[in-house]
T-cell receptor
Framework: NAGVTQTPKFRILKIGQSMTLQCTQD?????MYWYRQDPGMGLKLIYY???????DKGEVPNGYNVSRSTTEDFPLRLELAAPSQTSVYFC??????????????FGEGSRLTVL | AQSVSQHNHHVILSEAASLELGCNYS??????LFWYVQYPGQHLQLLLK??????LVKGIKGFEAEFIKSKFSFNLRKPSVQWSDTAEYFC????????????FGTGTLLAVQP
């Protein structure tokens, strides 16, 4: 099982450029998430989706957009990249556990540098 | 606001020392609790989780955690650490609701010296 797959793993952008981080999962999970990880700050939720066609903002959505046209895919778009978006980005998916809140399964991360 | 606090930012231990990492959360209702580990250059992996039942939870690689509801705490423990436990450890809380979101602590960087 591939689990959660993210591409690219590394990318360098110039200020003002745009790009899309791809995320796909093969576990048929309804819930998908994008987090960013910065040193000493933990993980901050950017956007999430509870199912195909439904997305919502997390804690730090500014400068990003998402779409969820299928259950499997949840791409994250960066418009007009800024140095503050230099970070490691993690995509995750989950399903409801019978106890209520399921664990998240993470992709391997995408390291983005904006210069 | 819902939040998760990890009080130890950096911990340095020698091999065979005991480990305890603190985690406190801010909400008093029903929560689901998690500890994740991130080895250098890798993604987050689940160590253990608590949903209900026995408040002492055992996870992989000899880790355990105790849920103390009265203290809003979910501390991670290991009796004897190994060099291979060098990693960053994250506590996370699911406060419930339809979104199934996890709120993460800021992480604790553990370095184990051989």
């Amino acid at each position: 099982n591939a689990g959660v797959t993210q591409t690219p793993k590394f990318r360098i952008l110039k200020i003002g450029q745009s790009m899309t981080l791809q995320c796909t999962q093969d576990m048929n999970h309804n819930y998908m998430y994008w987090y960013r990880q910065d040193p000493g700050m933990g993980l901050k939720l950017i956007y999430y989706s509870v199912g195909a066609g439904i997305t919502d903002k997390g804690e730090v959505p500014n400068g990003y957009n998402v779409s969820r046209s299928t259950t499997e895919d949840f791409p994250l778009r960066l418009e007009l990249a800024a140095p503050s978006q230099t970070s490691v980005y993690f995509c995750a998916s989950s399903t409801r556990d019978r106890g209520g809140g399921g664990e998240l399964f993470f992709g391997e991360g995408s390291r983005l540098t904006v210069l | 606001a819902q939040s998760v606090s990890q009080h130890n930012h950096h911990v340095i231990l020698s091999e065979a020392a005991s480990l305890e990492l603190g985690c406190n959360y801010s909400y008093g209702g029903t929560v689901n609790l998690f500890w994740y580990v991130q080895y250098p250059g890798q993604h987050l992996q689940l160590l253990l989780k608590y949903f209900s039942g026995d408040p002492l939870v055992k996870g992989i690689k000899g880790f355990e955690a105790e849920f103390i509801k009265s203290k809003f705490s979910f501390n991670l423990r290991k009796p004897s650490v190994q060099w291979s436990d060098t990693a960053e450890y994250f506590c996370a809380v699911n406060y419930g609701g339809a979104t199934n979101k996890l709120i993460f602590g800021t992480g604790t960087l553990l370095a184990v010296q051989p």
